[in-house]
């Protein structure tokens, strides 16, 4: 079992940065992925950027390259996954979720068995 916990969400203005992590607790083994995927009202959940945990092998939405970047702190007991955001943009807007799992597919959404609470992030024009 996963457990995660998100945090760093907050209100911005359009260009503004925001960082979000994701601390990963539990039992996972290797090839575990974590994604970050984000919701806004009315659409559906969308994979934002994702890596292995334990390092490795990132992806990103197309809507988000050279914007964001996926990074993690394994130096500690515990493994923190971030998310760095960048330009951000009025449709970046939504709540933004950390998942883990193993995923035959990075974006599908159903293939992750662990979610966090959750974490919004506006960003106004």
């Known amino acids: 079992q996963v457990q995660l916990v998100e945090s760093g969400g907050g209100s911005v203005q359009t260009g503004g940065s925001l960082r979000l992590s994701c601390e990963v607790s539990?039992?996972?083994?290797?090839?575990?992925?974590a994604a970050w995927f984000r919701q806004a009202p009315g659409k559906e959940r969308e994979g934002v950027a994702t890596?292995?945990?334990?390092?490795?092998?990132?992806?990103?939405a197309d809507t988000v390259k050279g914007r964001f970047t996926i990074s993690q702190d394994n130096a500690s007991a515990k493994i923190i996954v971030y998310l760095q955001m960048n330009s951000l943009k009025p449709e970046d807007t939504a709540m933004y979720y950390c998942?883990?799992?193993?995923?035959?597919?990075?974006?599908?959404?159903?293939?992750?068995?662990?979610w966090g609470q959750g974490t919004q992030v506006t960003v106004s024009s």
């Open positions: 998942a883990a799992g193993a995923p035959l597919r990075w974006r599908n959404w159903n293939d992750y068995k662990s």
């Open positions: 539990g039992s996972f083994y290797r090839g575990y992925r």
């Open positions: 890596m292995t945990i334990g390092g490795g092998s990132t992806a990103y």
